[in-house]
T-cell receptor
Framework: AQTVTQSQPEMSVQEAETVTLSCTYD???????LFWYKQPPSRQMILVIR??????QNATENRFSVNFQKAAKSFSLKISDSQLGDTAMYFC???????????FGTGTRLKVLA | EAGVTQSPTHLIKTRGQQVTLRCSPI?????VYWYQQALGLGLQFLLW???????NRGNFPPRFSGRQFPNYSSELNVNALELEDSALYLC???????????????FGPGTRLTVL
């Protein structure tokens, strides 16, 4: 069975600084998808970034980028130029193709400080 | 374009009662997913419906069930409520993507269920 681990329950970062959220996973699959979702306080979860395991290039979406290390089964999220609106719970998720179900980590609560 | 909607927003029930939660997907989405977000346990996958059929199920007892209607909306039913069923229940929808599942799931705001 696949598992996803986020070892940082809470983190804080100063506005305009860079922060990296960690995620590791365990799977015997060779092909899979990895996601980072953001859940702002009292607001809906939204997708931040997605990575397909067969792609070696790290995904990037504006200020958000990932460091995908397939051999190490690591999928960290880097947020550059942090903004107050980045304050949220961040969930790392794994999906095995064809299952259509996310396996989520327990989340990292990120607070951006003014 | 309207997002995923869920009703009710909040619900308070007592042990042993039954509850029905509702979800309307984004227009054009045929797949609906249910997740339980309990305190300290993170998000757990409950059910996936597509084209009216249950396609996958998480590790939950049979008293958690649901269905999907011809208009792709969905209900989640929980029978014989227990205290540990207290959680935020999230519904998500997506377009079906062949056999991969890599399409983004769009989440609703959730229904907060409290069991006393």
């Amino acid at each position: 069975a696949q598992t996803v681990t986020q070892s940082q329950p809470e983190m804080s970062v100063q506005e305009a600084e860079t922060v990296t959220l960690s995620c590791t996973y365990d799977t015997s699959e060779n092909n899979y998808y990895l996601f980072w979702y953001k859940q702002p306080p009292s607001r809906q979860m939204i997708l931040v970034i997605r990575q397909e395991a067969y792609k070696q290039q790290n995904a990037t979406e504006n200020r958000f980028s990932v460091n995908f290390q397939k051999a190490a089964k690591s999928f960290s999220l880097k947020i550059s130029d942090s903004q107050l609106g980045d304050t949220a719970m961040y969930f790392c998720a794994f999906m095995k193709p064809g299952t259509y179900k996310y396996i989520f980590g327990t989340g990292t609560r990120l607070k951006v400080l003014a | 374009e309207a997002g995923v909607t869920q009703s009710p927003t909040h619900l308070i029930k007592t042990r042993g009662q039954q509850v029905t939660l509702r979800c309307s997907p984004i227009s054009g989405h045929t797949s609906v997913y249910w997740y339980q977000q309990a305190l300290g346990l993170g998000l757990q996958f409950l059910l996936w419906y597509d084209e009216g059929e249950e396609r996958n199920r998480g590790n939950f007892p049979p008293r958690f069930s649901g269905r999907q209607f011809p208009n792709y909306s969905s209900e989640l039913n929980v029978n014989a409520l227990e205290l540990e069923d207290s959680a935020l229940y999230l519904c998500a929808s997506s377009m079906r993507s062949g056999t991969s599942g890599k399409n983004e799931q769009f989440f609703g705001p959730g229904t907060r269920l409290t069991v006393l």
